[in-house]
């Protein structure tokens, strides 16, 4: 395209690097940059930069490389001290700079490629500069101008959260990144500090220290009500260990709450958001300078290669917004982490450590042992892993029976059955997946009766027919698959009921043949698409008791080891459960505590008429992820009145209740809910959702987040998934168990030689 007049609003690193870039690539481009600020005013510290983030300034800008190279401190080191026990995990390697320096090796940058620098000037509105100049790139930051005033068109989500945090400095350098950990008499506080600066003969160097804690510790604390001089003396005290009694300085310092900034659309015409007006990450999991360097990048990339202003801004947000969606997914765990903090203190101190280190799962078991095997093995032998047995491999107890290792095959429903009769499928399906090594196989949601199914191909277990067939099949795990159990999901479908098998249309009703449906209140799953279910009186609530009662009798003398009492996804326990799903006014709705009411007469029912010596658990849906539905809070409460009750463990789901949810989906993003379950209900937890790898099982165990993890989808993949788990890892102990006919096939099969593409991003 022809030489483009650039306008950048904004003199932070991105705005620089981006201005910097875009001028190198074609210095016959127009390039204005307007900072508010004067050229040596900023805020913070230091800034940390990625190996990866350095290795694409080194191809795009040699120049620029060489000049950071030549100012970087690094270390591998990540400290931690908690309750007075100092661990030290190596093998990270970080770098960093100041804020201050960066900036000014910037700005020589720019003016040597002839970038104007306006400095100490507001710039124009971007309605304004968009109209003089080819491109306007709003870099201005958290509280973006632009984005503000184009709002219904970038469409920003800005969510503010429950921390308070200052930034700080200290005049020496850390010789790691260090975390250490207050308990306080008001609450848990945190700091996050990092050197800079290297201390050399003629100085001690330079540490950033961001001091972090909850709203209302920060209260407890006084900080609300002290001025900035009186705050930095204050942290200072608190983490006097840390600092060895060193002070801390400000530059015009506040206390703030993190703002996490999501936008639906970056470009506008020819305005595009970059770096922290776009979007957010919390600096526990590294710098925004790291991402508005890369968005520079990109746009510098994408402008370059694409004939048109308008196709590279669209493949500038294509490219990035992928890349940004994870950084926020790991950024939005790690700050719930240290918003939850004072759930892990307690935590052994090594343990703990590994927690604080996996946190954001960007860090898993794995590439820490590679990084630091000595620190890894230490967390495993305080866990209690034997040598050389991965945490998932660890033998757990549910009541009175013990489980070889910590997988589980999730409930799938297989929509398979003839009139609730499990057959060959069901045979194949689940010995399958116990012959694959599995510590647990749960069959899919069993229904206590025909108008309890989900469609007409679920399978049930109201006659001596059906449980005949499930006997059958817990037979062959028993004999064919020695040390796997089995156990039964009980439910019914509730008012999701009377659908379409899953690939004819899911959740869709049937064409004909529809039998009425039942809940808790007379609100359909979808107005206008579902039935309209009829309104449970009180007087049939036993009847559905005794249908899973019998239910129970009949999976006790098939040979079932667990029974799961399904709570969730919206069928009917769960409906009674949810508020947006009982508006019910009598004993059995309300209050949260009259919504467990018939959820817990079943529980207890089926409880009694289960074999003591075996266990019992219940899934629930920890949020229905929309407003005015169960909340957190609400799922810990649950959990406990389910384990009062007698529960050996819950299961922990979300969602599925409402057809309007909105998931935040991600990697394992439904174990922060088990996690607090289990850290504040103190009963033992099944992880779901989204783990689709051993490392991340291995990590979630030995993080102590949960007990069990359940995995669904990967065991459609691969039947043999835990097998093979062992078999990657080099593991051949008791844990799990090749079948003799399988042996010969335990060795991962031999591959020819692949060759990775090469980095698609060189600009020279």
Not at 271 to 296: M, N, P, Q
Not at 703 to 723: E, K, S
Request: with cysteine; aromatic share 8%; hydrophobic share 40%.
């Amino acid at each position: 395209m022809a030489a483009l007049r650039v306008a950048v609003i904004g003199g932070g690193p991105g705005g620089l690097y981006a201005a910097a870039l875009l001028k190198r690539l074609d210095p016959a481009r127009e390039i204005t940059l307007w900072e508010r600020n004067a050229p040596d005013d900023t805020f913070g510290f230091g800034v940390v930069l990625s190996d990866e983030t350095l290795g694409g300034i080194e191809h795009a800008d040699p120049a620029v490389y060489a000049a950071l190279q030549a100012e970087f401190v690094r270390w591998d080191d990540i400290d931690i001290v908690h309750r007075g026990r100092h661990h030290t995990s190596g093998g990270h390697g970080f770098a960093a700079l100041g804020r201050r320096r960066l900036l000014q090796l910037l700005h020589a940058r720019c003016r040597e490629l002839g970038v104007e620098l306006r400095f100490s000037t507001e710039a124009p509105p971007a309605e304004t500069l968009s109209s003089a100049y080819d491109l306007v790139i709003a870099a201005d930051g958290v509280h973006s101008a632009t984005r503000t005033a184009h709002a219904e068109v970038f469409r920003p989500r800005i969510e503010e959260h429950h921390c308070r945090y200052i930034w700080l400095a200290a005049d020496f350098a850390f010789d790691a990144f260090r975390f250490e950990i207050a308990e306080t008499e008001h609450g848990v506080m945190q700091l996050h500090g990092y050197p800079y600066e290297a201390g050399s003969a003629t100085g001690p160097g330079s540490s950033t220290v961001i001091v972090e804690m909850r709203e209302e510790v920060w209260r407890a604390a006084g900080f609300d009500g002290l001025g900035e001089a009186e705050s930095v003396e204050r942290c200072a005290k608190f983490f006097a260990d840390a600092l060895e009694g060193r002070p801390l300085r400000s530059n015009n310092s506040n206390w703030t709450t993190f703002r996490t900034v999501v936008n639906e659309r970056w470009s506008y015409g020819n305005r595009v958001l970059l770096g922290d007006a776009a979007h957010t990450a919390h600096f526990s999991i590294g710098s925004g300078t790291k991402l508005a360097v890369e968005d520079a990048l990109a746009l510098a990339a994408c402008v370059e290669e694409q004939p048109t202003l308008p196709e590279a801004l669209a493949a500038y947000e294509a490219e990035r917004r992928p890349v940004v969606a994870s950084t926020q997914r790991a950024a939005r765990a790690s700050l719930q982490w240290f918003e939850e903090i004072g759930r892990y203190v307690d935590q052994p101190p090594r343990q703990f450590a590994f927690n604080l280190l996996t946190r954001s799962r960007r860090v898993t078991h794995d590439n820490l042992r590679l990084r630091d095997a000595e620190f890894t093995r230490k967390v495993e032998d305080e866990f209690g892993c034997p040598p050389g047995t991965p945490p998932m491999f660890t033998p757990l107890r549910l009541g009175a029976l013990e489980l070889r290792n910590r997988v589980v095959v999730s409930p799938m429903d297989m929509y398979s059955a003839v009139d609730g009769v499990p057959g060959d499928f069901h045979l194949v399906h689940l010995g399958a997946r116990a012959l694959g090594g599995a510590g647990l196989v749960m069959t899919e949601m069993v229904c206590v009766s025909p108008e309890g199914r989900i469609t007409p191909g679920c399978a049930g277990l109201w006659n001596a027919e059906q449980a005949d067939a499930w006997r059958r099949i817990t037979g062959f795990v028993h004999t064919q698959a020695p040390g796997t159990a089995i156990g039964l999901q009980l439910g019914h479908s509730g008012r999701k009921g009377s659908t379409k098998l899953m690939w004819e249309g899911i959740d869709d009703p049937l064409d004909e043949g529809n039998w009425p449906v039942v809940a808790p209140s007379p609100l359909p799953y979808r107005p206008g698409v579902n039935q309209v279910p009829r309104e449970l009186t009180t007087a049939e609530l036993p009847l559905i008791r005794e249908e899973f009662t019998q239910a129970a009798r009949y999976a006790a003398d098939a040979g079932f080891d667990l029974l799961e009492l399904h709570c969730a996804h919206g069928y009917l326990l769960s409906g009674f459960l949810s508020p947006l799903t009982n508006l019910r006014t009598d004993a059995y709705g309300g209050s949260l505590e009259n919504r467990l009411r018939f959820p817990l007469e079943v529980f207890d029912a089926v409880r009694e008429v289960w074999p003591d010596e075996r266990p019992m658990t219940v899934r629930i849906s920890a949020t229905d992820w929309a407003e005015g539905g169960t909340t957190a809070e609400d799922a810990v409460a649950v959990a406990r009145a389910f384990a009062a009750h007698g529960a050996d463990a819950v299961d922990v789901s979300t969602g599925q209740v409402v057809a309007d949810e909105q998931p935040a989906y991600g990697r394992s993003y439904q174990t922060p809910y088990a996690d607090r379950i289990r850290g504040e209900a103190g009963i033992p937890v099944i992880a779901v959702g989204a783990i689709s790898s051993w490392d991340d099982v291995n990590s979630l165990i030995l993080a102590g987040r949960t007990d069990l993890c359940a995995l669904a989808r990967p065991h459609l993949y691969d039947p043999h998934w835990t097998l093979h788990a062992a078999a990657e890892q080099g593991y051949t102990g008791p844990g799990v168990q090749w079948p003799a006919q399988y042996r010969a096939g335990s060795r991962r099969p031999q591959t020819g030689r692949t060759d990775g593409p090469k980095p698609r991003l060189t600009l020279d």
